[in-house]
T-cell receptor
Framework: ELKVEQNPLFLSMQEGKNYTIYCNYS?????LYWYRQDPGKSLESLFV?????AVKQEGRLMASLDTKARLSTLHITAAVHDLSATYFC???????????FGAGTRLTVKP | KAGVTQTPRYLIKTRGQQVTLSCSPI?????VSWYQQTPGQGLQFLFEYFSETQRNKGNFPGRFSGRQFSNSRSEMNVSTLELGDSALYLC?????????????FGPGTRLLVL
């Protein structure tokens, strides 16, 4: 069964600092998604990573995918308070058309 | 361009009842996906519809069903509601399908089953 593990689950950062969120998955897939969710709100798509070595950047966030290691990272550069949210990764299960989410990383950026 | 809309936004039902939720995608989007979010199970994929056909399905019992109309609007139905069905139900639309495309999410429907 596909397992998607994110770590850390909780992350408290100071503004201006850098940090990385990790997303490991247990089966073959070459499609990985990152989403953001603000408290009490819906999901927002951040990145779609479609191949080994894919890297995408938007503002202070950069996502990468290593399909051989079954690992994706979401790197935060010089964090600001507006980045406080919960971040989810999700993986396509290529062999049965399902999709699995990680448990989410709750990020708090403090002044 | 209007975003994804979901109705109703909030709903209270009792065990054993059934419920129908509606999702209107962004104009021109033909794919609609549904997700369930609960504190215990987290985010789970329910199903995806494209051109009125269910194309992908997650691991949910048959009580959960859906359909898509010719205008791409989608409905999901849950029959014989259980307490564990209390959740935030999200729908998302994209141009042609969930794989590799950016999805745009609606605000969600919060369902409480008593």
């Amino acid at each position: 069964e596909l397992k998607v593990e994110q770590n850390p689950l909780f992350l408290s950062m100071q503004e201006g600092k850098n940090y990385t969120i990790y997303c490991n998955y247990s089966t073959t897939s070459d499609r990985l998604y990152w989403y953001r969710q603000d408290p009490g709100k819906s999901l927002e798509s951040l990145f779609v990573l479609l191949s080994n070595g894919a890297v995408k950047q938007e503002g202070r966030l950069m996502a990468s995918l290593d399909t051989k290691a079954r690992l994706s990272t979401l790197h935060i550069t010089a964090a600001v308070h507006d980045l406080s949210a919960t971040y989810f990764c999700a993986v396509d299960m290529w062999n049965n058309n399902d999709m699995r989410f990680g448990a989410g990383t709750r990020l708090t950026v403090k002044p | 361009k209007a975003g994804v809309t979901q109705t109703p936004r909030y709903l209270i039902k009792t065990r054993g009842q059934q419920v129908t939720l509606s999702c209107s995608p962004i104009s021109g989007h033909r794919s609609v996906s549904w997700y369930q979010q609960t504190p215990g199970q987290g985010l789970q994929f329910l199903f995806e519809y494209f051109s009125e056909t269910q194309r992908n399905k997650g691991n949910f019992p048959g009580r959960f069903s859906g359909r898509q109309f010719s205008n791409s609007r989608s409905e999901m139905n849950v029959s014989t509601l259980e307490l564990g069905d209390s959740a935030l139900y999200l729908c998302a639309s994209s141009l042609v399908g969930m794989r590799g495309e950016t999805q745009y999410f609606g605000p969600g429907t919060r369902l409480l089953v008593l």
